[in-house]
């Protein structure tokens, strides 16, 4: 398995970037998400408007910086070691969370039959596996590892005046997990099961952190999620 490394090129130009306080936007979409009134909270598009706001800011951030792939911790270089970590990464956690999720949850209580209803068990079978869930880890973890972390991490840095390292940013690390736990289609959705993405919000951006290689938490957001999905599918469905 290919070693667990940071890559300096891209900490090095991530700390003159410029516009990384839009990432401040989608965090703010979601803090008010919660003030809104009960009826405005059910629609479907107001629930979006958070990760909407987000692929807004990403776009208005990317015309200012350049090159852009290094800031979102792609490279060409980190393709196979984040093949092989988020393999591992990801059977580890969706192994873990299918646990808490089919036995530890009903176990003190919480109904989790509402999962059959959710719009991703409606999707059959041969498009949610593994194409829709692939796409929804790449968009996913484009918006809340790739800008917004790394924003929340440039601006910690200049904040606290320290230079961006492999174990940079605790603050933007928990703030990112928190607004990917409480993203409002998220908690909808998943509802008392939204919980579990606060220390997958803390692995996957850790992991980020330390490498800059978005390409691990875009492969274990993904096989995390198919094997949790067939798991539950199992036993449910």
């Given at each position: 398995?290919?070693?667990?490394?940071?890559?300096?090129?891209a900490?090095?130009?991530?700390?003159s970037?410029?516009?990384?306080a839009?990432a401040?936007?989608?965090?703010?979409?979601?803090?008010?998400?919660?003030?809104?009134?009960?009826?405005?909270?059910?629609?479907?598009?107001?629930?979006?408007a958070?990760?909407?706001?987000?692929?807004?800011?990403?776009a208005l951030?990317?015309t200012?910086?350049?090159?852009?792939?290094?800031?979102?911790?792609?490279?060409?270089r980190g393709l196979?070691?984040?093949l092989?970590?988020?393999?591992a990464?990801?059977l580890?956690?969706?192994?873990?969370?299918?646990?808490?999720?089919?036995?530890?949850?009903p176990?003190?209580g919480?109904?989790?039959?509402?999962?059959?209803d959710?719009?991703?068990a409606?999707?059959?079978?041969?498009?949610?596996?593994?194409?829709?869930?692939?796409?929804?880890?790449?968009?996913?973890?484009?918006?809340?590892?790739?800008?917004?972390?790394?924003?929340?991490?440039?601006?910690?840095?200049?904040?606290?005046s320290?230079?961006?390292t492999?174990?940079p940013?605790?603050?933007?690390?928990?703030?990112?997990a928190?607004?990917?736990?409480?993203?409002?289609?998220?908690?909808?959705?998943f509802?008392?099961?939204?919980?579990?993405?606060?220390?997958?919000?803390?692995?996957w951006?850790?992991?980020?952190?330390?490498?800059?290689?978005l390409?691990?938490?875009?492969v274990?957001?993904?096989?995390?999620?198919?094997v949790?999905?067939?798991?539950?599918?199992?036993?449910?469905?």
């Amino acid at each position: 398995m290919p070693t667990l490394e940071p890559s300096e090129q891209a900490i090095t130009v991530q700390a003159s970037e410029r516009g990384a306080a839009l990432a401040l936007l989608p965090i703010a979409g979601t803090l008010v998400f919660y003030i809104l009134p009960a009826s405005w909270q059910e629609q479907t598009s107001v629930q979006f408007a958070p990760q909407l706001l987000a692929y807004l800011a990403l776009a208005l951030w990317a015309t200012h910086n350049h090159p852009l792939l290094p800031l979102l911790g792609l490279h060409p270089r980190g393709l196979r070691s984040g093949l092989w970590w988020g393999l591992a990464i990801g059977l580890g956690l969706g192994g873990l969370n299918s646990i808490v999720i089919l036995k530890a949850m009903p176990a003190i209580g919480f109904d989790i039959a509402f999962l059959k209803d959710t719009p991703h068990a409606r999707i059959p079978i041969a498009i949610m596996l593994p194409w829709f869930i692939l796409c929804i880890a790449v968009f996913v973890e484009f918006n809340f590892r790739g800008f917004l972390l790394g924003r929340l991490a440039s601006l910690e840095s200049k904040i606290f005046s320290h230079p961006l390292t492999p174990y940079p940013s605790p603050f933007a690390l928990l703030l990112s997990a928190l607004t990917f736990s409480f993203d409002p289609f998220m908690v909808t959705t998943f509802q008392h099961l939204h919980w579990i993405a606060i220390w997958d919000g803390l692995v996957w951006g850790a992991v980020r952190l330390k490498t800059n290689n978005l390409y691990i938490p875009v492969v274990a957001h993904a096989v995390e999620v198919m094997v949790m999905y067939s798991a539950v599918r199992m036993v449910l469905m």
